[in-house]
T-cell receptor, first 111, second 113 residues
Framework: GQQLNQSPQSMFIQEGEDVSMNCTSS?????WLWYKQDPGEGPVLLIA?????ELTSNGRLTAQFGITRKDSFLNISASIPSDVGIYFC???????????FGKGTKLSVKP | DTAVSQTPKYLVTQMGNDKSIKCEQN?????MYWYKQDSKKFLKIMFS???????INETVPNRFSPKSPDKAHLNLHINSLELGDSAVYFC????????????FGEGSRLTVL
């Protein structure tokens, strides 16, 4: 089936640093989404992107839907300790007709 | 009020037993899902129901049976539990089937001994 390649797998950064993570696929999607999962909780939607080339911000988070519809990135500016968690990209509208998740990027922030 | 609630949050049981996980959403959504998250945190869809009708049934052993008594509830029953069933199971709901904007429950951690 379809797979999303998400990188990096994990990141250890200092508070205040900017973070960038991305997701690529061999096939196209109609929607790209980014979720965050805190320890012991379910994933929570951060940003949804619906058009190729779309750039959307949510506070310190910025995400883009790649022009080819096969990739997306998420940037977090000026990281803070509560940014810690696992970030998942997800693609919707591919050949499998359901939401496909990447394997996640685990973010650790050192105060 | 919790939008998507699952019970129990933790479940420890012996191999061979049968167990159920319940899910309720109070968002008025039409579609509900079950996802399985393994020890490597990989999220994989198991089932999707739209207005009580099964839409997606991924390659899941038939020991797993979802039941949707109404569109606000989607329960997961597992027969003859195996060690490999140990995982966190997430229920989720969405307004409709498109766009992928899901609301997840807190998860139910199943441990099979």
């Amino acid at each position: 089936g379809q797979q999303l390649n998400q990188s990096p797998q994990s990141m250890f950064i200092q508070e205040g640093e900017d973070v960038s993570m991305n997701c690529t696929s061999s096939s196209i999607f109609n929607t790209w989404l980014w979720y965050k999962q805190d320890p012991g909780e379910g994933p929570v939607l951060l940003i949804a992107l619906y058009k190729a080339g779309e750039l959307t911000s949510n506070g310190r988070l910025t995400a883009q839907f790649g022009i080819t519809r096969k990739d997306s990135f998420l940037n977090i500016s000026a990281s803070i300790p509560s940014d810690v968690g696992i970030y998942f990209c997800a693609g919707w509208g591919g050949s499998q007709g359901n939401l496909i998740f990447g394997k996640g990027t685990k973010l650790s922030v050192k105060p | 009020d919790t939008a998507v609630s699952q019970t129990p949050k933790y479940l420890v049981t012996q191999m061979g037993n049968d167990k159920s996980i319940k899910c309720e959403q109070n968002l008025g959504h039409d579609t509900m899902y079950w996802y399985k998250q393994d020890s490597k945190k990989f999220l994989k869809i198991m089932f999707s129901y739209n207005n009580k009708e099964l839409i997606i049934n991924e390659t899941v052993p038939n020991r797993f049976s979802p039941k949707s008594p109404d569109k606000a509830h989607l329960n997961l029953h597992i027969n003859s539990l195996e060690l490999g069933d140990s995982a966190v199971y997430f229920c989720a709901s969405s307004q409709d089937r498109v766009a992928g904007e899901l609301f997840f429950g807190e998860g139910s951690r199943l441990t099979v001994l």
